[in-house]
């Protein structure tokens, strides 16, 4: 079946970076549209970015020019590079492959000022 295990989270402050990253298997990894999305307390999962399989990539308008969404499909692996972060990152973030609707378990990000 298709997994997705996402890492690199953690508490940074404000105006740094973090990179996630999420590894697939079970799956053609490279003919799949990846997906990040984030949550916050309370809050539905919000979409803030994706690439589709020919590299073609999309993001949320407050994430764009700080956010960089790549894969590298030899690893079986979505990268989401986040720059300049802001206290309003602060947020769980997942992985997905829309396709089928799996989900990684989700990684913390905590941007304090």
């Known amino acids: 079946q298709v997994q997705l295990v996402e890492s690199g989270g953690g508490l940074v402050q404000a105006g740094t970076s973090l990179r996630l990253s999420c590894a697939a298997s079970g799956m053609i990894f490279s003919t799949r549209t990846m997906a990040w999305y984030r949550q916050t307390p309370g809050q539905q999962r919000e979409w803030v970015a994706d690439?589709?399989?020919?590299?073609?990539?999309n993001y949320l308008d407050s994430v764009k020019g700080r956010f960089s969404i790549s894969r590298d499909n030899a690893k079986n692996t979505v990268y989401l590079q986040m720059n300049s972060l802001k206290t309003e990152d602060t947020a769980v973030y997942y992985c997905?492959?829309?396709?089928?609707?799996?989900w990684g378990q989700g990684t913390q990000v905590t941007v304090s000022s």
């Open positions: 997905c492959v829309p396709y089928y609707n799996v």
């Open positions: 690439i589709s399989s020919d590299g073609e990539r």
